[in-house]
């Protein structure tokens, strides 16, 4: 059986706040972003609340010449963005683009009840269709970050239904996202009954750390408001990495990050401290490449 290995990472990458104090600016989480790229080696990388500063400013650094990225901002009045991130070494672009989390999913327009604290519209979808370039293999890679009301998330789930019914038979879909959606909680239950997705947690052969930092053990959630009270998870995971089909994946390993980083050299100096509100969250997958799409599909995905 040929197997392709392939590591993604995802996290909710908050915009600069005043609330989140002079040592979590966005300057400053770019180095910490970076050094942690650099332990963990993501193939792809999906993140949501990235506003104009992490796109134009942060992200190029963290980027370097290894990685392209799909993005679109949300609405001309908020620049928050849900990008993709990809090696462009290992794959080719064979499509992607973006949509809104709403009944009208080609312009910009309202998550049906949910609005954010400045009334700006449209929760919003960021994907790219990549292919290996060692294997031909093709699969699709979803960003996005759910609202916070119950509508909004249900009908997003349906969305998301649609979408993937839509698919060509077997092709490998992966969506990384903050979904709002406490782990097993009453709301995840139900979206994850109407797509029909699989938690990659769910399938992992092990939390162990392969050798990976403080990779490995999922504590008690995936939050922590950058307080040091909640350097645990806050007890609620709500960022999640979920995949289709599930029948010829292999989870080698899945686990939250709960790095704190700090940054010590010559050109930047960075105190230690977290990345974002959120922790990412990192899998190992291994996709089995000896059948067609269809055989995928039939074997019971």
């Known amino acids: 059986m040929m197997t392709q290995n392939l590591r993604v990472v995802g996290g909710d990458w908050d915009y600069v706040q005043a609330a989140d104090g002079a040592q979590n600016t966005v300057h400053i989480r770019t180095y910490r972003f970076q050094e942690l ?44 963005s849900t990008p993709v991130l990809y090696k462009k ?10 949509f809104w989390l709403s009944d ?9 009840d949910e609005k954010d604290q400045n009334g700006i519209p449209g929760r ?26 119950s509508l909004s998330q249900k009908n997003s789930g349906l969305q998301f239904a649609q979408l993937f019914s839509q698919l060509a038979k077997g092709t490998y879909a992966f ?19 109407d797509v029909r997705i699989t938690d990659l947690r769910e399938v992992a052969e092990s ?41 010829k994946l292999a989870v080698d390993f899945y686990g939250v ?7 010590e050299g010559k050109e930047i100096s960075v105190p230690t401290g977290y990345i974002s509100d959120h922790f990412a969250v990192l899998c190992k997958v291994r996709l089995n490449t000896s059948q067609s799409y269809a055989d995928y599909y039939a074997s019971g995905a």
Not at 124 to 149: E, M, P, Q
Not at 187 to 192: I, P
């Open 37 to 80: 790229v650099n332990r963990y080696d993501p193939d792809v990388i999906a993140l949501q609340e990235c506003g104009e500063s992490w796109i134009t400013q942060g992200l190029p650094i963290v980027m370097g010449s290894t990685y392209a990225m799909e993005y679109k901002y949300r609405a001309d009045s908020s620049k928050e």
């Open 207 to 247: 939390m162990a750390s392969d050798g990976l930092a403080t990779m490995g053990d999922m504590r008690n959630g995936s939050f922590n408001g950058y307080n040091s009270e909640y350097a645990d998870g806050g007890g609620s995971y709500i960022d999640h990495i979920l995949a289709k089909p599930n029948s």
């Open 89 to 98: 070494d290992k794959y080719d672009r064979v499509d992607g683009g973006f």
């Open 104 to 112: 009208t999913p080609d312009v910009s327009s309202p998550s049906w």
């Open 257 to 263: 990050l709960y790095d704190q980083i700090g940054v």
């Open 124 to 149: 919003i979808c960021s994907w790219v269709k990549l292919r290996d370039k060692a294997t031909g293999v093709t699969f699709n890679f979803y960003s996005t970050h759910f609202g916070l009301t």
């Open 175 to 193: 969506v990384l996202g903050d979904f709002n959606l406490k782990y097993r909680g009453e709301e995840y239950n139900a979206f994850m009954d």
